[in-house]
């Protein structure tokens, strides 16, 4: 039973390990970004989802670190209805050589004529880590609601 259960674990371990591994295995630094509206919020119509990958820069101060965006991507003319989950997924980094010793970030955002129009979060924070240091390819974002 233990042996099972160990073999179990790897195996699990090893399915897990392979979507974080895979674009430092592709050399570039492409992620996966999901946007989820929520059945809950407001209809609308023709916004623009938005997904941003940024890179650590040297920085001159230590313990701090700053981010250039690197790559992005855009999906216009977005609607949703209230009262039924919708989704956008993009894809951000595919030209991008990956660089192991730096870290990466990714946001997703709603806009209106370049404009933050929606509260897009992931895990409760509006940016997350993504790519090294175990971080993983592919995020979800949940927009919480629609500005007016």
């Known amino acids: 039973m233990a042996?099972?259960?160990?073999?179990?674990?790897?195996?699990?371990?090893?399915?897990?390990n392979t979507s974080y591994a895979r674009a430092a295995d592709s050399g570039n630094a492409e992620v996966n970004v999901t946007i989820v509206f929520p059945a809950t919020v407001d209809s609308f119509e023709n916004l623009t989802v938005k997904a941003?990958?940024?890179?650590?820069?040297?920085?001159?101060t230590p313990g701090f670190t700053s981010y250039q965006g690197?790559?992005?991507?855009?999906?216009?003319?977005?609607?949703?209805?209230?009262?039924?989950?919708?989704?956008?997924?993009?894809?951000?980094g595919s030209k991008v050589k990956l660089d192991p010793n730096l870290k990466y970030m990714v946001m997703a955002q709603v806009l209106s004529n370049g404009k933050m129009k929606g509260i897009v979060r992931?895990?409760?924070k509006p940016s997350v880590p993504v790519l090294t240091g175990g971080e993983p390819s592919a995020v979800t974002f949940t927009v919480s609601r629609i500005l007016p």
């Open 3 to 16: 042996k099972t259960y160990a073999a179990l674990l790897a195996s699990a371990m090893f399915v897990l």
């Open 52 to 60: 941003v990958l940024s890179q650590s820069t040297p920085s001159q």
């Open 70 to 92: 690197v790559d992005s991507q855009e999906i216009g003319k977005v609607s949703h209805t209230k009262g039924t989950e919708s989704k956008e997924l993009l894809t951000v």
């Open 122 to 124: 992931s895990g409760g």
